[in-house]
């Protein structure tokens, strides 16, 4: 039997620059689609994959992150005194209990490698997973779930796949791969946000991984990679030239790049559109709205 995946890393420390001035005083993981913050996505994907301790790398400024996950005794005793019951289930899954989430500091923002190396002790010797929130993806199935199943039948590294635009491949971590197996690929390199020209294929890294301990330890070894930065991509790519398995897996499922404004508002219109409350008044809203520009233009 497989060490179960029970532990994940949740980095949580960027500045949001991208949605200032939203950002200057509330982490960009509080920011909501319709009513639910990005990071209570993350923690519902995290949960239905069997994932019990969440692991926080944070940073100054992101107080309202630890509020919104602590219980609200007054706010529960008012909404049981008038009977939403709804209203209070839903709060339930934004309260941890005791024990179940930790927080730690990243003191210096030196890239995604060292912000999950910060979590090194906590992981010790276990295999575990990596939630980056911006990434949000719709899926059936929760795409953390598919990947935790199929890693049950292969072990080693893992991480989410996705095909990009060649335009937007600089942007992410690549796939250089070796076999393609249908949803899984097998690995033989990544770089992180390559030239065009260097670019080994258009399949992107996206924000969901399974990680063995050892990855950590490459961390500790790496010097700056892309950026000036402490690559995640890095330390993963070191697995592969040590000689063990690293996987792609294709996801089933929509992913939103809520890291930036666009994918944001389209998460923001894709999961409204999916509430049967919003969806007739929102269509009608859209249709109209998209009427009227049209003929202005
Ligand atoms: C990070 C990773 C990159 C990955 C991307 C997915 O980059 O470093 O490998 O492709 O997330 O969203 P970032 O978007 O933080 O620059």
């Avoid at 949580?12 to 689609?33: H, N, Y």
């Avoid at 490459?218 to 892309?226: D, E, H, M, S």
Wanted: aromatic content about 6%; charged content about 30%; hydrophobic content about 40%.
């Amino acid at each position: 039997m497989r060490k179960k995946i029970t532990k994940a890393i949740f980095p949580v420390a960027g500045l949001g620059t991208r949605f200032l001035p939203a950002t200057k005083s509330i982490p960009k993981e509080i920011l909501s689609l319709v009513d639910r913050p990005l990071i209570q996505y993350a923690i519902d994907e995290a949960r239905e994959a069997g994932i019990k301790e969440f692991i926080f790398v944070t940073s100054r400024g992101k107080g309202a992150l630890e509020d919104y996950f602590d219980g609200a005794p007054q706010l529960e005793q008012s909404l049981r005194k008038k009977n939403k019951k709804e209203l209070l289930e839903e709060l339930k899954r934004s309260t941890m209990d005791s024990g179940e989430i930790v927080y730690i500091r990243q003191r210096e923002a030196l890239g995604l490698g060292h912000a999950v190396w910060c979590a090194r002790r906590l992981i010790a010797n276990e295999p575990f997973a990596v939630i980056l929130p911006d990434d949000v993806i719709a899926a059936e199935k929760p795409c953390l779930k598919q990947m935790v199943e199929a890693y049950e039948n292969t072990g080693g590294c893992m991480v989410a796949a996705m095909e990009v635009p060649p335009s937007m491949a600089s942007a992410y971590g690549l796939l250089d791969i070796e076999e393609n197996m249908g949803s899984l690929l097998k690995i033989k390199g990544m770089v992180e946000k390559p030239e065009p020209e260097d670019a080994p294929s258009n399949l992107a890294v996206i924000g969901r991984y399974i990680l063995t301990p050892s990855v950590l330890k490459n961390v500790g070894t790496l010097k700056k990679g892309a950026g000036g930065e402490i690559q995640l991509t890095d330390a993963i790519a070191m697995e592969v030239e040590n000689g063990s398995d690293v996987f792609g897996f294709r996801f089933d499922g929509q992913r939103y790049d809520c890291g930036s404004k666009s994918g944001f508002l389209q998460a923001t219109i894709a999961f409204a559109l999916s509430r049967p409350e919003l969806r007739d008044e929102l269509m009608e809203f859209m249709v109209e709205t998209v009427e009227s520009r049209r003929a202005a233009q």
